[in-house]
């Protein structure tokens, strides 16, 4: 069995709905968990009506307007016959939405949020899946709720594996494995294929013991993928996304970039925790733990090999750039100029922790410590704050990060051309580089 994840750019409109079903039909023989996440930007439209409702910032019902209006429009592309079930379906989800603007929220922003941003998925599946059965590719939808099972942290659901793990157990693989038993899921008889069988479900939510609805953190649908991958013991897990693979270097940024064809566990761990933004930092020990092979792959040319993440140990064989911007400096030392100890850097990383600060990289000296971190309006000023009362701070704002791995000089030389370097820490394979445009 394979998981596929489709979501953003790849559910954007009703055409790339239906090139979703383009690409399964290239799958006759597989059975295939697929993985959707909200539709195009869906996501930071729910953020902002949950903000309407919260916080009253702006008319949540006009939020809530649009972003109907933009289903709907996919909806009646997709579907001519008006009185097909999907609009019935997603008409009785959106009243829930309704339901939210109506009361009055509760006191628990995280809370709130979870419940109006999952329903972005809810929304996209559930289209989804109606999409491929008019297509003729028999699928089931399937509420992840049911499955992933995460504690009550919302908006940073924590998995609980064990629970998930026997509730795949019970529910999800019984569907896969034994046609003959009735399956507590039970699938449509024919399946898209002789008998295989093709299952829809939901990016990025999760379901707590008390029925309360969570997420995972901001892009984890990707995790999801990985949770139903090991979870299932999957062949693979893949990605189709706007880009043909992982590139070496975001082309937001780099003018010249080259598509990676397969990438070590180890390396996709550290670009992702360096920033790449291709891969969800969480995605890939799940799979690494079960070595099942992680596949990138554009949607719009699905026959072209994309990138393979798996078990191999060769280094990359080019130099992968990742690229921060706004960034901030702060030297961080003691008012009186003794030494900076284990007491001072244990005190300052609990703040760093209790303000949410990530550091994305730090150098220590004698009576120094210095840190680069993002220039984040809402935790900065707090956390410059608190340090003063004990530190002397100097930041550096308007700065940039460039880490790369697999350096040489000749590459230090050529990325940091008109840049005055600030702060330059190497190790083995990595060198991070705080700079200062000067142009
Ligand atoms: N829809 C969610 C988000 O935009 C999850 C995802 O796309 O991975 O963050
Ligand atoms: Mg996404």
Known sequence: MKIFKFGGASVKDSKSVKNVGEILKGFPKENIIVVVSAMGKITNALERLTDAVFFKKEN????????????????????????HAVYNEINNTFVELDWAIDDEPTENYNYEYDKIVSLGEIISTKIVNAYLNEAGIKSK?????????????????????????????????????????????????????????IIVTQGFIGGTSENFTTTLGREGSDYTAAILGFTTNAESVTIWKDVPGVLNADPKWFDETKKLEQISYQDAIELAYYGATVIHP????????????????SFLKPSEKGTVINDVQSPLPIPCFIFKI??????????????????????????????????????????????????????????????????????????????????????????????????????????????????
């Open 141 to 197: 939808w399937v509420d992840v709720r049911d499955l992933i099972q995460t504690d009550n942290t919302y908006r940073e659901g924590k998995v609980d594996w064990d629970l998930t793990q026997s509730l795949v157990n019970e529910r999800l693989i019984p569907v896969f494995n034994s046609p003959l038993e009735e399956p507590v899921l039970s699938l449509p008889k024919e399946g898209k294929g002789d008998d295989s069988k």
């Open 282 to 297: 969480k995605t890939i020990k799940p799979l690494q733990n079960k070595k099942i092979p992680l596949f990138v792959r």
């Open 326 to 439: 706004n960034q901030v400096l702060l030297s961080i030392s003691p008012k009186d100029f003794s030494f900076i100890m284990e007491e001072n850097l244990s005190e300052m990383f609990n703040l760093f922790a209790e303000k949410q600060v990530k550091v994305n990289v730090m150098q220590n000296s004698a009576i120094s410590f210095s840190i680069s971190v993002d220039n984040d309006e809402r935790k900065l000023p707090d956390l410059i704050k608190t340090l003063q009362k004990q530190y002397r701070v100097l930041y550096n704002e308007n700065l940039e990060l460039i880490t790369i791995r697999y350096y040489d000089q000749a590459t230090i030389d050529r990325v940091t051309i008109d840049k005055k370097v600030l702060l330059e820490v190497k190790s083995r394979y990595t060198v991070q580089l705080v700079v200062k445009p000067m142009i």
């Open 60 to 83: 949540a019902v006009v939020v809530l307007n649009e972003i109907k209006k933009y289903h709907f429009d996919i909806i009646g592309e997709l579907f001519p016959n008006k009185e």
